[in-house]
Nanobody, 112 residues
Framework: QVQVVESGGGLVQPGGSLRLSCVVS????????IDWFRQAPGKQREWVGG???????NYVDFMKGRLTISRDNAKNTVYLQMNSLKPEDTAVYYC??????WGKGTLVTVSS
């Protein structure tokens, strides 16, 4: 069974950085499409960025310049590096494999 598990969330001060990880397990190719989403309290889940099989990355406009998505195929892991975090970035961050498999999310709280 294919699974994705996010980690790396936590409490960070405004202006700080976090790196989230999404580990993919199960019988899959090492090349896969991963998208990152987030859901803030009381708001709908929204897409923030993704990486495709060619390692092309794309980011939502309002976070461009603050996000970097990368992949380590040997570890079946995709990373979401977030910099210059703002209180409004507080949310549960999810990764999604191929538009089908969701993780349970990891909470990011940006607060002083």
């Amino acid at each position: 069974q294919v699974q994705v598990v996010e980690s790396g969330g936590g409490l960070v001060q405004p202006g700080g950085s976090l790196r989230l990880s999404c580990v993919v397990s199960g019988s899959i190719s090492s090349l896969h499409v991963i998208d990152w989403f987030r859901q803030a309290p009381g708001k709908q889940r929204e897409w923030v960025g993704g990486i495709d099989r060619s390692d092309y990355v794309n980011y939502v406009d309002f976070m461009k310049g603050r996000l970097t998505i990368s992949r380590d195929n040997a570890k079946n892991t995709v990373y979401l590096q977030m910099n210059s975090l703002k209180p409004e970035d507080t949310a549960v961050y999810y990764c999604n494999l191929g538009g089908k498999v969701w993780g349970k999310g990891t909470l990011v709280t940006v607060s002083s």
